[in-house]
């Protein structure tokens, strides 16, 4: 299984140093071969650690150039980072990335063989106009989007999850990943509000590949829980 953690705007390097150190130890130890990763801020990105995978919270379509306050590729390149976070909510929503931008940067970093973590979800109001609503605004989202790329992984994180204490129901998380498979035929993640305490009984259903995990990642008791609850 999968299981990532999305630091989004926390913790420092030396925070992140000692974080990995830590992780990493606890993945040696643990002999499976769930994959591990972490999206530390791009300040930590140097960070580097056997056995656990770092990639970029985000970067810009461009391997460098005239693009005030990004990274590009040749910053990622300075330290051998191979995987990036594509389309999650809070660059859709909070930071304006339309989903042209997003298909943009997604196409752009599969030209450049990155593993890609895609994100998609639906705000609360589309979640309360139906599943058919639901669905329909799924697969809007991954319009433009190389499905086949072996590279690609999907992260389902309904926005009204993200942060919030809230989760559906394990049968809507299950209803969803199925319909989802019958497109997608990648590693499909979960991610809002994912804690010790749900972890495993949402990685116990059928068509979950793993999670995407925020604010609980930030405690590194709390991941690695997360991390033991893999089936
Ligand atoms: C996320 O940022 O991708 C996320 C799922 O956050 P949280 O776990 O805090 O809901």
């Known amino acids: 299984m999968i ?9 420092t390097r030396q925070g992140t140093r000692e974080y990995l150190d830590e992780l990493s ?22 960070c580097g650690s056997t056995g656990v995978l770092v990639g970029a919270q ?16 040749e910053q990622l390149e300075e330290f051998e980072i191979r995987t990036i976070l594509i389309g999650h909510s809070e660059r859709r929503h909070v930071l304006g990335e339309s989903q042209e931008d997003i298909v943009h940067k997604c196409n752009f970093f599969k030209e450049q063989g990155f593993r890609i973590i895609y994100c998609i979800g639906e705000p609360i109001e589309i979640r309360e106009s139906g599943s058919d609503a639901l669905m ?20 389902y994180e309904p926005v009204w999850a993200i942060g919030t204490g809230l989760t559906p129901s394990t049968d809507d998380i299950l209803l969803i990943h199925n319909a989802l498979k019958k497109i997608v035929k990648r590693p499909l993640l979960y991610g809002g509000s994912v804690k010790p305490e749900n972890a495993r009984e949402i990685m116990a259903l059928a068509n979950v590949d793993g999670v995407l995990v925020g604010g609980a990642s930030l405690n590194i008791d709390d991941f690695t829980s997360i991390i ?3 089936r």
């Open 58 to 73: 985000n970067a810009y379509a461009t391997r460098n150039g005239a693009f005030t306050g990004e990274i590009g590729l």
């Open 25 to 46: 130890r606890f993945v040696a130890a643990r002999e499976r071969d769930d994959t591990v990763m972490v999206f530390p801020p791009a300040t930590a990105l140097e």
């Open 228 to 230: 033991q609850s893999t």
């Open 136 to 155: 329909e605004y799924l697969e809007r989202q991954l319009e433009g989007i190389d499905l086949g790329y072996e590279q690609l992984i999907v992260a």
């Open 3 to 11: 299981v990532a953690a999305n630091f989004k705007t926390h913790m």
